[in-house]
């Protein structure tokens, strides 16, 4: 089934330590977005890529980078993870045509910074 | 910049029962989307149903349908004949365009038995 794979699912790392999680899929949307969720809050988009073309929201922390090497495949860097950094954050892909801007959603990859 | 405020942080309804989830919003345009997404435990999120401002008509997908007022930037959810697999983290979102979704805060529904 085509679908958007989150990896890993669950990450725990020590303050200060880089850690990248990563997103594929096989629905070739051209448009790949980023969402930090914490508990009990709204998702927050952090960045996307439309085609090759990164767009960074403006309140988006430096602390936070994104590759995307290819159509499948979208990574995301948090350089010096901090306490308030742990968070799900959720990967999500569209295909960007006439009519509504659809996003299909991945499971998720949690976060723990310790 | 647009805003969604769902009002109701939990929400809980019987089985069988009918529920009403509320979202209003903020926004200068004209023509956008709007869709309610449905988040279970430890489950990615899924699109329940969505709305085009351009359309009067309020959509409906089997026991899930929406009231939209566009004048009063209201857009809820009512779930008819609510299952126990209805109960999860529901979201209000409007759509940007190519830059996502604008999510509210969520309502967590939950279904007595």
């Known amino acids: 089934d085509a679908m958007v794979i989150q990896n890993p699912r669950y990450q725990v790392t020590q303050f200060g330590k880089p850690v990248t999680l990563s997103c594929s899929q096989t629905l070739n949307h051209n448009v790949m977005y980023w969402y930090q969720q914490k508990s009990s809050q709204a998702p927050k988009l952090l960045f996307h890529y439309y085609d090759k073309d990164f767009n960074n929201e403006a309140d988006t922390p430096d602390n936070f980078q994104s590759r995307r090497p290819n159509t499948s495949f979208c990574f995301l860097d948090i350089r010096s993870p901090g306490l308030g950094d742990a968070a799900m954050y959720l990967c999500a892909t569209s295909r960007m045509s006439a009519g509504a801007n659809v996003l299909t959603f991945g499971a998720g990859s949690r976060l723990t910074v310790l | 910049a647009q805003t969604v405020t769902q009002s109701q942080p939990e929400m809980s309804v019987q089985e069988a029962e009918t529920v009403t989830l509320s979202c209003t919003y903020d926004t200068s345009e004209s023509d956008y989307y709007l869709f309610w997404y449905k988040q279970p435990p430890s489950r990615q999120m899924i699109l329940v149903i969505r709305?085009?401002?351009?359309?009067?008509q309020n959509a409906t997908e089997n026991r899930f349908s929406v009231n939209f007022q566009k004048a009063a930037k209201s857009f809820s959810l009512k779930i008819s004949d609510s299952q126990l697999g209805d109960a999860a983290m529901y979201f209000c979102?409007?759509?940007?365009?190519?830059?996502?979704?604008?999510f509210g805060k969520g309502t967590h529904l939950i279904i007595q038995p």
């Open positions: 979102a409007y759509e940007r365009g190519a830059d996502g979704l604008t």
């Open positions: 709305q085009e401002a351009y359309k009067q």
